[in-house]
């Protein structure tokens, strides 16, 4: 078994914690039947929208 925790970002609050109290973020899943990615992404406020910072991707194991 493995388990996967993903914190919640700030996407609509002016509050935060530690080093990235200034910054709205949030997390958007792909799922496939294999897979999933979980992708951070950050408000820019020069771009004025939020951008990919960072990826991570999990296989998914099956057990029989």
């Known amino acids: 078994h493995r388990l996967i925790i993903a914190s919640a970002g700030t996407a609509t ?5 530690g080093s990235h109290a200034e910054t709205n973020f949030f997390n958007l899943f792909t799922i496939r039947p294999d897979h999933f990615i979980i992708e951070e992404r950050r408000y820019n406020a020069e ?5 990919k910072h960072g990826t991570a991707r999990f296989e998914r194991f099956f057990e029989e």
Do not use: E, K, Q
């Open 13 to 17: 609050s002016n509050r935060g914690r």
């Open 47 to 51: 771009a004025r929208c939020f951008i």
